[in-house]
């Protein structure tokens, strides 16, 4: 971005790629892969064709003492490090970053283990980056969370009771999409980029529930999200409320859409909702 330059690649209808997202995959690969050479990680952007070695500047060779010092839940204690799966969006809101919607990008690194999103991490590279002489001197900050211990890096807040704000897709929409909105009859739409930034609208309360009735996410958009979500207290399925893997053979698309809501309690009335034309499209 301060080059001046994206290095726009256009990777088919309507999915930008642009060096951001591939230098920031190859920073995040190759530092987990050093300190973590036995986990299996699977990022967006197709690394093959890439012959730079990583600059040694990039590799993050550091943890943080904070998350380190937390009790391991007892069911992940034993996990081995061939077990984990790591799902890797190295910037969810692409289609918003080449158009200058810097605040809704963000940084997805999820944790599996078997089939179950079990942690995550969404750093939000640009937060408040209104506020800095220029969008790159903005800290960010970064949210983690991990099944069975809670989440960190942000203050959660709840939705105001008795409403229904919905967040979905600005740059993917559809009928589809649509007519499962309309079915919810919202008081309010907030059409933002990026899964992470709208998982994010849920915890910080400023939307209810996260509805995108059509294929098109991919279990890196969703894995960190899930799993963080889940620890605040929020359910993420699909759009028939059926839950998704994250196995290391899954396939890669979530082809029956994406259906959060920042309350557990509250998912199985959206579900509930879904239209029947909606529900018979995305129920393959
Ligand atoms: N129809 C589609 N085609 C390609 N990618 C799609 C898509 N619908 C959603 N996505 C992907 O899902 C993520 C969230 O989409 P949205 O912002 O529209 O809610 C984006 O991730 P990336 O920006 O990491 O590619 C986006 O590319
Ligand atoms: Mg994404
Ligand atoms: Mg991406
Ligand atoms: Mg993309």
């Not at 034993?78 to 969006?89: G, L, P």
């Not at 799993?227 to 399925?237: C, E, K, V």
Request: hydrophobic share 35%; proline share 5%.
């Amino acid at each position: 971005m301060s080059k001046g330059e994206l290095g726009i690649v256009e990777k088919g209808k309507n999915d930008l790629q642009t060096e951001a997202d591939r230098s920031a995959q190859q920073c995040i690969v190759s530092s987990l892969s050093l300190q973590f050479p036995s986990i299996k990680i699977i990022g967006e952007e197709d690394q093959s064709s890439n012959s730079c070695p990583t600059p040694p500047e990039w590799l993050v060779t550091e943890s943080d003492p904070n998350v380190l010092g937390l009790q391991c839940p007892k069911d992940l204690e034993n996990v081995k490090e061939e077990e984990v799966i790591v799902w890797v969006d190295p910037l969810d809101g692409t289609s918003e970053y080449t158009q200058g919607l810097l605040d809704h990008v963000t940084v997805l690194i999820g944790v599996a283990v078997g089939e179950k999103a079990v942690g995550g991490v969404i750093h939000q590279p640009y937060y408040e980056y209104q506020n800095f002489a220029k969008p790159e001197l903005s800290p960010g900050r970064t949210i983690w969370g991990i099944s069975g211990i809670g989440t960190g890096g942000f203050d959660p807040k709840v939705a105001e009771e008795g409403k229904r704000i919905i967040t979905t897709t600005r740059s993917h929409s559809n009928a589809l999409v649509q007519a499962a909105l309309d079915a919810i009859q919202p008081d309010d739409v907030l059409r933002v980029g990026g899964a992470g930034h709208k998982v994010m609208l849920l915890m910080e309360g400023k939307a209810h529930a996260y509805v995108f009735a059509s294929a098109g996410c991919k279990k890196w958009d969703t894995c960190a999200p899930e799993a963080i979500l889940s620890a605040a207290g929020g359910h993420l399925t699909d759009m028939l409320g059926r839950p998704y893997q994250y196995h290391a053979s899954v396939q890669h698309l979530n082809a029956s859409g994406v259906l959060a809501t920042a309350r557990k309690e509250d998912h199985a009335w959206y579900a509930s909702r879904v239209p029947d034309s909606v529900r018979e499209k995305l129920s393959s």
